[in-house]
């Protein structure tokens, strides 16, 4: 039976040529689309929440067949604002909601489904290009976080093919690809350290949305950068690599790199290490996703420069698990198994939306997770469950969370 992570070169799975995109107004959205014009892909079907200025943008560029927004309300002032413009290219159909985003990612002709909407929304439209045996651009963790299990068994069932765009798990799938299976050890994923790296759990209890928020290396999008802040995204990505590499959560570790120039590294039997080394640049593993089993030549201006005086110093250290014990939870979540890991991810978007909204403080997300896993730690039985279950629980969870912080949250979900 065929991997879904593909390991070779040599495996049938198609160049990109016609694209739909989930999330196409979040940065990986954004920057797929600047891939897209740079290397002539077909954009066929784009979806977001309710950033419809930037969305009328990419209509009026890449002309889709089809759009989706996050609900009815939205979908009627896109409708009446692209009737205003005039449109020089086909108007899209335009759709909203869950039965939206599947349509982006069931869309026909489509050989090629970026999932980039952020948080457990994106998995109901995953699973749909799942089912149609499409290659999946993953850049939406949570999909695997929550659902590891089921995507897996769906993808190996209808033939679909999954490649990681997080530039840690695509940095370790290229370190695999055309190696013998049982050949590596460990993988190690490394970590910028975000805007606390150093600081002590009582400094931590006093820092600021704002201050969470001034990532050192990266632009990305409020949650995850909060994520990165709190090191919940690299728990996150344990967890999907326990299931993208099928391997033990003791064989994953985390490193710190403040430099943010090694995307990752894989050790193998033999003592080597390989490692991937680029840019703090996303385009690179979207590239990479999009143009295999191809390697396909981009402008130098891309290539990383060992002599550059920005890029004169790599180092490593071991992250601080007392301090931050996201990564410590995360391997609990695997654990436990069954649904702890969605537990885990359900209660960590629930802290870190009440953050944002300043209704705790950094260090309670540590709390709120960690009682999440205690109090829901019977959802370890609970194996193959179905996405209406996991939606369910999901929402049990977020509510149970905002129930005890801040109950008026609990009427948007």
Not at 110 to 121: E, K, L, Q, S
Not at 238 to 244: K, N, R
Not at 250 to 263: F, G, T
Request: hydrophobic letters at 45%.
């Amino acid at each position: 039976m065929q991997s879904v992570l593909p390991l070779s070169y040599e495996t049938s799975v198609s160049k990109s040529q016609c694209l739909s995109i989930l999330g196409s107004t979040g940065s990986i959205g954004i920057q797929t689309l600047e891939l897209a014009k740079e290397c002539s892909y077909q954009v066929e079907a784009l979806s977001c929440n309710r950033n419809i200025d930037l969305l009328i943008q990419q209509i009026e560029e890449f002309q889709p067949r089809l759009v989706s927004v996050g609900d009815a309300e939205t979908a009627w002032e896109l409708k009446e604002r692209l009737a205003a413009i005039s449109l020089t290219g086909r108007e899209p159909e335009i759709m909203y909601g869950r039965e939206g985003n599947c349509a982006v990612a069931g869309c026909s002709g489509v050989d090629t489904v970026v999932a980039a909407i952020v948080g457990f929304a994106g998995l109901e439209a995953v699973l749909e290009a799942i089912r149609l045996g499409r290659k999946i651009a993953l850049a939406n963790k949570e999909t695997l976080v929550a659902a590891g299990e089921l995507v897996m068994s769906e993808a190996h069932r209808c033939g679909a093919s999954i490649i990681p765009v997080d530039s840690e798990h695509s940095a370790i799938w290229q370190c695999l690809l055309g190696r013998p299976l049982n050949s590596w050890k460990r993988i190690f994923l490394s970590c910028s350290g975000g805007p606390f790296l150093g600081c002590s759990r009582e400094e931590l209890k006093t820092v600021k949305v704002k201050d969470a928020l001034k990532h050192p290396t990266w632009e990305m999008g409020a949650k995850i950068t909060i994520d990165s802040a709190t090191l919940m995204n690299k728990g996150l990505e344990i967890i999907e690599a326990y299931y993208l590499f099928e391997t033990a959560a003791e064989n994953i570790d985390v490193v710190i790199h403040p430099q943010s120039l090694v995307h990752s590294m894989l050790s193998f039997k033999d003592g080597s290490v390989m490692a991937v080394i680029g840019s703090p640049d996303m385009k690179q593993p979207i590239h990479q996703a999009l143009a295999f089993p191809e390697i396909a030549e981009r402008d130098e201006a891309y290539a990383y420069d060992p002599f550059a005086p920005e890029n004169a110093m790599i180092t490593f250290e071991k992250p601080e698990e007392a301090v931050f014990p996201s990564l410590r939870m995360a391997r609990e979540a695997i654990r436990g198994g069954g649904m702890l890991p969605l537990a885990y991810n359900s209660a960590n978007e629930a802290a870190n939306l009440l953050f944002r909204r300043g209704r705790i403080s950094f260090v309670t997300i540590f709390d709120i997770v960690a009682k999440v896993l205690r109090e829901f730690h019977n959802l370890s039985s609970v194996k193959m469950a179905s996405y209406d279950d996991m939606i369910i629980i999901h929402e049990k969870i977020m509510a149970a969370v905002f129930e005890s912080y801040a109950p008026e949250f609990k009427h948007s979900l």
